[in-house]
């Protein structure tokens, strides 16, 4: 199902996956590996660094976005990325990446045929066809590997980081029957605990408002913005602890607790009564949207995206990552301390408007924006129960 400019917004929500996300499916997905699209041709590690801490990206989200009228665009998929360390969130966009690849119908890596809803063999022609094209992988993190183990040979890693971090994990009790036999017979691999969770997004349209007088509420909203806006204030991060999933995660009210509730905050007002419709949605989808019909956090003004690097051409708005995922990606709890301060009030990710064709190189970087909360309203002390 293309995702086409429209007139509604898609939500994503996550799910437990009931089988393999593995690239055949075109999975949309939170966390895990990436899914490669063009599995020849991905970012190479040294592309897919924080720009703050040098340390590897991990994948945060990849959502499949094809374009039925765009030949070229048959298979599309955009794949945001993130730093583990929270420090680096301080630093705007530069502890993220967001990659485009893009294929038409008739490609080297998928059959031209829709894959069959049948998830049981792993082993199926079209699991052969892409393997054979598949470049060496991350054993850790999923991305392009340039090194591999120097005493089995048998698995590879993107950076020494990861190989040090696979080894603590995992490959200390393997190294020594691989190096004897590189087909021997393995315990499972324990060491996705270090990427987050992965869930299947599956989409909905966004149901229609919960009251009658919610429309007639915005308008009024609106201009209460336009009067309290007229100059431009400071925003800061609102932390939001990354924590086990639990049945809380469900309830926004428990996500406004944990970010406090503002008094006189017009557009966390709004914000917050639009996300009431479908309080679990971790995404929202309107490739194309305007700035109005963009659900925004804070009165910080929308940013003018830069010009696509490949083509030169504009870019325009396509999704937006919600707060609420920060309560779904699973942490261990010896990485809490370093992962309690991811936080975002919002991510924006804007795309090339043409979704030019990628010639030989295979990937494209897109554009995003954090945008945080707003400190415009006055931080009162959560509600108690």
Not at 151 to 166: D, G, I, P
Request: a negative charge.
């Amino acid at each position: 199902e293309g995702n086409n400019e429209t007139n509604t917004t898609e939500l994503g929500f996550v799910e437990e996956p009931d089988h393999p996300l593995h690239p055949i499916f075109f999975p949309s997905k939170v966390g895990g590996k990436p899914a490669w699209l063009n599995p020849h041709l991905p970012p190479p590690s040294t592309h897919l660094l924080c720009r703050v801490c040098n340390d590897p990206l991990v994948l945060l989200q990849q959502i499949y976005a094809p374009i039925d009228e765009k030949p070229e665009a048959y298979h599309r998929m955009l794949y945001i990325f993130c730093c583990k360390k929270g420090p680096c969130y301080k630093q705007g966009t530069k502890a993220f990446a967001v990659i485009r690849q893009q294929l038409p119908q008739n490609n080297p890596f998928f059959l031209s045929s829709p894959p069959s809803t049948d998830h049981s063999d792993p082993n199926n022609e079209r699991h052969n066809f892409y393997n054979l094209k598949a470049v060496p992988l991350c054993e850790l993190c999923g991305v392009p590997a340039e090194s591999r183990c120097g005493v089995c040979k048998a698995v590879r890693y993107c950076t020494r980081a990861h190989q040090k971090e696979h080894w603590n994990r995992f490959h200390s009790k393997t190294c020594g029957l691989l190096a004897k036999n590189s087909n021997a017979s393995l315990p499972k691999d324990t060491s996705d605990s270090f990427l987050f969770h992965e869930f299947e997004i599956i989409t909905e349209e966004e149901p229609h408002s919960n009251s009658e007088d919610e429309e007639e509420e915005d308008e009024e909203e609106d201009e209460e913005d336009e009067e309290k806006t007229n100059t431009n204030s400071d925003s800061t991060s609102s932390t939001i602890v990354v924590k086990e999933n639990d049945s809380k995660s469900n309830d926004w009210a428990s996500l406004e607790q944990q970010m406090g509730r503002r008094e006189n905050d017009v557009v966390f007002e709004k914000f917050s009564k639009r996300v009431k419709r479908a309080p679990e949605q971790v995404m929202r989808y309107r490739r194309g949207a305007e700035e109005k019909e963009i659900l925004v956090v804070s009165d910080e003004p929308l940013p003018t995206p830069p010009s696509c690097e490949s083509c030169k051409g504009p870019r325009k708005f396509e999704l937006q990552v919600m707060p609420q995922l920060l309560y779904f990606l699973r942490v261990e709890e010896s990485n809490a301390d370093v992962l309690e301060r991811i936080d975002w009030g919002t991510l924006l990710v804007y795309s090339c408007s043409s979704s030019c064709p990628l010639g030989e190189v295979g990937y494209v970087d897109e554009f995003l924006w954090k945008q945080n909360f707003s400190e415009t309203g006055q931080l009162l002390p959560p509600k108690e129960d």
